[in-house]
């Protein structure tokens, strides 16, 4: 076998899964909440200290959406500033798309998402400290529908 392919393969294949996680691939369904009136996000260390933390509010959408967004700024004695949003269609809505951008985060460090207390999903910072995640929060009682 030839051990320039196999190792370029190999390279091809580390780059493919360095892009998709740093470039805010699709995280897995987080658990039914209702988040369309949601108040506040927030970012989490794995020891539970925020360093980061923002009020929602309404934005107007030309579409048929509904969007609520969160200027994430230090806390706790964090450095981090990212942004937060809740998507979701204003007619009979199924799920909710939430995403969450970070930046000078510690590299390397997990990170839990948090909206209203409501975890939604766990993120690693990249080596240049940066989080982007989207997640697809369903809708308490969409699934039976």
Not at 13 to 23: G, I, P, R, T
Not at 38 to 60: H, I, K, P
Not at 119 to 126: L, M, N, P, Q
Request: net charge negative; proline share 6%; aromatic share 4%.
């Amino acid at each position: 076998m030839n051990t320039r392919f196999v190792a370029g393969s190999a390279a091809a294949f580390v780059a493919a899964l360095y892009l998709a996680s740093s470039l805010g691939a699709q995280a897995p369904a987080a658990p039914p909440a209702d988040l369309r009136n949601a108040a506040a996000a927030e970012v989490r260390t794995a020891e539970g200290q925020a360093v980061m933390r923002g009020d929602f509010t309404s934005v107007d959408e030309d579409d048929d959406d509904m969007e609520r967004k969160a200027a994430l700024k230090p806390a706790d004695g964090g450095k981090g500033t990212g942004d937060a949003e809740v998507e979701f269609a204003k007619d009979q809505p199924k799920e909710q798309e939430v995403e969450f951008l970070g930046r000078d985060l510690t590299p390397g460090a997990e990170y839990s998402l948090l909206i209203d207390g409501h975890e939604v999903a766990k993120a690693t910072a990249d080596k240049r400290g940066r989080i982007e995640i989207e997640v697809s929060v369903p809708l308490p009682g969409a699934a039976s529908k």
